[in-house]
T-cell receptor, first 112, second 114 residues
Framework: KQEVTQIPAALSVPEGENLVLNCSFT??????LQWFRQDPGKGLTSLLL?????REQTSGRLNASLDKSSGRSTLYIAASQPGDSATYLC???????????FGSGTRLSIRP | SAVISQKPSRDICQRGTSLTIQCQVD?????MFWYRQQPGQSLTLIAT?????????ESGFVIDKFPISRPNLTFSTLTVSNMSPEDSSIYLC???????????FGPGTRLLVL
């Protein structure tokens, strides 16, 4: 059974720092992996989608990597800003026909 | 991409009553889902809404408590029936994009049951 873990559960860094959020999954046979952002009391915003055949995806200051063999993905945020403060969730889709499985999220706080 | 709207955005309800949440998508999609997010928790899938047939419920969720309708490819409703304070959560509608790759979420409905 696929399990998705995100560590740490919470992270606080000063503004301007580069940071890495971690996501690990137990079964390397995945279809794709998606990173989301959630602001308090709101829905989820899709940030990046990585297909199983890809190693990384980039969007602006965000870069997500995928290492299937080790069961890991990282979300790199460059030059962090207070507006980046949110909960970041990773989710794995085991196959094209299956439902996505969420990690528990990392709550990120960027201090001005 | 898909743009999803939900109504209401939030509500405060009395125990024993029912609330129907609407989800509207700006394009036709094959897969629609309903999730629940309890305070401080990650998302839990309630059911897959199937167009023209009964929804497919996940373990721990039943149709009598969470009836779902999906009359067409752009609209679905979730009813939370006979509510108790334990039903206080954010309820989120979600769809798979036309390429069935990216999953999109609505803004959520924040429900508080007193």
């Amino acid at each position: 059974k696929q399990e998705v873990t995100q560590i740490p559960a919470a992270l606080s860094v000063p503004e301007g720092e580069n940071l890495v959020l971690n996501c690990s999954f137990t079964d390397s046979a995945i279809y794709n992996l998606q990173w989301f952002r959630q602001d308090p009391g709101k829905g989820l915003t899709s940030l990046l989608l990585i297909q199983s055949s890809q190693r990384e995806q980039t969007s602006g200051r965000l870069n997500a990597s995928l290492d299937k063999s080790s069961g890991r993905s990282t979300l790199y945020i460059a030059a962090s800003q207070p507006g980046d403060s949110a909960t970041y969730l990773c989710a794995v889709r085991p196959s094209s026909a299956s439902k996505i499985i969420f990690g528990s999220g990392t709550r990120l706080s960027i201090r001005p | 991409s898909a743009v999803i709207s939900q109504k209401p955005s939030r509500d405060i309800c009395q125990r024993g009553t029912s609330l129907t949440i609407q989800c509207q998508v700006d394009s036709q999609v094959t897969m629609m889902f309903w999730y629940r997010q309890q305070p401080g928790q990650s998302l839990t899938l309630i059911a897959t809404a199937n167009q023209g047939s009964e929804a497919t419920y996940e373990s721990g969720f039943v149709i009598d408590k969470f009836p779902i309708s999906r009359p067409n490819l752009t609209f679905s409703t979730l009813t939370v029936s006979n509510m108790s304070p334990e039903d206080s959560s954010i309820y989120l509608c979600s769809v798979l994009g036309t390429g069935k790759e990216t999953q999109y979420f609505g803004p959520g409905t924040r429900l508080l049951v007193l």
